[in-house]
């Protein structure tokens, strides 16, 4: 009975000891698999947000300083707490840039898509026609660029990235003309 006792007993001192040898891996692992759920919810949060402005503004005819500012409050709530970079674009079917404004509290983040009136889109168009671009075509482009070391993460990974995400939507009609502080923003003579 007694080497039973002792056989149970080194069992449990054994049992303990790779529970401390195996729990310090098991939390490593449960805090990088955390980490990579927040940057996907993080992502998919400036997914959803790009989308909605893109879905607003592509129905509408024009666009006034305030009514931006009040559509850019309301999806982006908690735009003070982090630095980004919104880029708002209206390109024509041709794939020249009508117009585009920057919105957020941060410069020179989405520096890919960073384009002028007149010039051509640097970036893919799901509509691009050059041999025949009709003039009552085009579409609104809204992308969000983000410091990846603003996320708060919690198992030791670090993102020393951007973190961005572009939704492209087709206007309703046309191309949406400009209130004039918003024209001379975008460097437009007059808003068409």
Avoid at 117 to 137: A, C, F, I, K
Wanted: proline share 3%.
């Amino acid at each position: 009975m007694s080497k039973i006792r002792h056989f149970l007993k080194r069992e449990w001192g054994v049992a303990a000891l790779e529970t401390a040898l195996v729990f310090p891996i098991l939390l490593t692992v449960g805090g990088i698999l955390a980490d990579l759920y927040t940057v996907s919810l993080e992502r998919e949060r400036m997914e959803q947000r790009a989308g909605a402005i893109a879905s607003v503004l592509s129905y509408q005819t024009d666009l006034t300083a305030k009514g931006l500012q009040g559509l850019q409050d309301a999806v982006m709530p908690d735009g003070a707490s982090h630095n980004y970079q919104m880029l708002i674009s209206n390109v024509r079917q041709s794939g020249e840039v009508y117009w585009q404004l920057s919105r957020g509290n941060a410069v020179d983040l989405c520096l890919e898509n960073t384009a002028i009136t007149g010039m051509q889109w640097p970036g893919s168009l799901p509509e691009r026609e050059t041999e025949n671009p009709s003039d009552n075509v085009s579409m609104i482009i809204v992308e969000i660029c983000r410091q990846g070391s603003d996320v708060s993460l919690l198992g030791g990974l670090t993102l020393s990235g951007l973190l961005d995400a572009s939704t492209t939507s087709r206007v309703a009609a046309g191309v949406i003309a400009l209130d004039e502080e918003l024209a001379q923003e975008a460097a437009l003579e007059e808003s068409k």
